[in-house]
């Protein structure tokens, strides 16, 4: 089973940005799509963005389609959320997940492994 630690989170200001990063040991991260959702105080985890472990497909939630880009480095091990143009609304602790589950999916029920997550804040 892989293991998935993220990191890069913190505060930054209304349109800022910021690259959170999620680092795997374990199991082998080039057969594993990836994804990160997020979740705010009260809220439920929500996704945000995906990429097929072939980095072949990639998905974005309406929410940050056009600010956010992820990117996925097998040698690495490691899966990137670059965010900018961040919005108040983006403030929320950030997972990364894996899943083995085709098609790509947008689902968290469908992702088997989770990280602990990363904090990030964004200030008006």
């Known amino acids: 089973q892989v293991q998935l630690v993220e990191s890069g989170g913190g505060l930054v200001q209304a349109g800022g940005s910021l690259r959170l990063s999620c680092a795997a040991s374990?199991?082998?991260?080039?057969?594993?799509?990836m994804g990160w959702f997020r979740q705010a105080p009260g809220m439920e985890r929500e996704f945000v963005a995906a990429?097929?472990?072939?980095?072949?497909?990639?998905n974005y939630a309406d929410s940050v389609k056009g600010r956010s880009t992820i990117s996925k480095d097998n040698a690495k091990k490691t899966v990137y959320l670059q965010m900018n143009n961040m919005k108040p609304e983006d403030t929320a602790v950030y997972y990364c997940a894996a899943g083995t589950n085709w098609p790509l999916s947008s689902s968290k029920t469908t992702y088997g492994a989770w990280g602990q997550g990363t904090q990030v804040t964004v200030s008006a």
């Open positions: 374990g199991g082998t991260f080039s057969n594993y799509h």
């Open positions: 990429i097929s472990r072939s980095r072949g497909t990639i």
